[in-house]
């Protein structure tokens, strides 16, 4: 089984759609959760961080559930802008594990 | 926020050769840094751990001879891609973690994108 699961991709989605990703993860002991966005040929770059208790930011959402060890990202209002390949990251201690990505495209 | 430089942003180069890739913390001191390796629609994957002042830290299954890492400074670490072939192809990218003693984020370098003829 896979350190961290994603939904294989890529997601299409006209402007303005909600869209929703899924991760889950291995190791029960992870003390931390990321989503970070890649864009084409750059380097990953922090999205928000992943808290039990939820948190948002604008038009973003994330979820993390440790019973069920899965993480989630909501992207209400979708923008052009938006479309990256989306990464969940787990951590323990220092060390950072990455999922494969899920890429969105929105289109007009 | 914390900013990773990282230098060449791309190579190519003949089989055979070796490529350094330089990697500097620019506002902050990081006594650890990251490298990790992405092929094409792959994940990042962790090569070694940077260690300022002493050995790497290597991930199973990579050539700690092959893949030289020195940490000199608290703001310097490189990767030394030794007799490089085309199968080392690759985007580099390194990091070092948040200087605040909250959260375990990582800055990220922009990558090195290395063509391996």
């Known amino acids: 089984r896979k350190e961290v699961e994603q939904d294989p991709g890529p997601f299409n989605v006209p402007e303005g759609a909600t869209v929703a990703f899924n991760c889950t993860y291995s190791?029960?002991?992870?003390?931390?959760f990321f989503w970070y966005r890649q864009d084409c040929r750059k380097e990953p770059k922090l999205l928000m961080s992943v808290y039990s208790s939820g948190n948002e930011d604008g038009r973003f959402t994330a979820q993390l559930n440790r019973a069920s060890q899965y993480i989630s990202l909501l992207i209400r209002d979708s923008k052009l802008s938006d479309s990256a390949t989306y990464l969940c990251?787990?951590?323990?201690?220092?060390?950072?594990?990455f999922g494969k990505g899920t890429m969105l495209l929105v289109s007009p | 926020g914390a900013v990773v430089s990282q230098h060449p942003s791309w190579v190519i180069c003949k089989s055979g050769t070796s490529v350094k890739i330089e990697c500097r913390s620019l506002d902050f001191q990081a006594t650890t840094m990251f490298w990790y390796r992405q092929f094409p629609k792959q994940s990042l994957m962790l090569m070694a751990t940077?260690?300022?002042?002493?050995?790497?830290?290597?991930e199973q299954g990579v050539e700690k001879d092959k893949f030289l890492i020195n940490h000199a400074s608290l703001t310097l670490s490189t990767l030394t891609v030794t007799s490089a072939h085309p199968e080392d192809s690759s985007f580099y990218i390194c990091?070092?973690?948040?200087?605040?003693?909250?959260?375990?984020?990582?800055?990220f370098g922009p990558g090195t994108r290395l063509t391996v003829l």
């Open positions: 990251v787990v951590g323990l201690y220092s060390t950072l594990t």
């Open positions: 190791n029960s002991a992870s003390q931390s």
């Open positions: 940077s260690n300022e002042g002493s050995k790497a830290t290597y």
């Open positions: 990091s070092a973690p948040t200087p605040r003693l909250a959260g375990q984020e990582q800055f």
